[in-house]
């Protein structure tokens, strides 16, 4: 699993970009679900919650085609990886 947490300028039109063109490339590069959360305070920061490997999500990250991408989501600057405190069975 992947957290990313990052700032975006138009929430409905990263929405919009996410599920369509954003959801063909990590598709492309292993991805096997996403869900986005909308920050409670503050509706321009979304947490994006993936079911990938880090190696996928490593070689998406190089795809030349992601910077474009990332424009097009309207994404304010590079995204914040959020990291573990804990993994639990329950």
């Keep these: 699993m992947i957290v990313t947490i990052a700032r975006v300028t138009d929430p409905d039109r990263f929405l919009e970009v996410f599920e369509t063109v954003g959801a063909q490339k990590r598709r492309q590069h292993g991805c096997r679900g996403a869900r986005v959360y909308f920050d409670p305070d503050d509706a321009h920061r979304v ?10 999500y490593d070689e998406f990250l190089a795809d030349p085609e992601i910077p474009a991408i990332a424009r097009e989501l309207g994404i304010q600057a590079p995204p914040v990886h959020a990291v573990a405190a804990i993994e639990l069975d329950a």
Excluded: G
């Design 47 to 56: 947490w994006s919650v993936f079911d990938w490997d880090a190696k996928d």
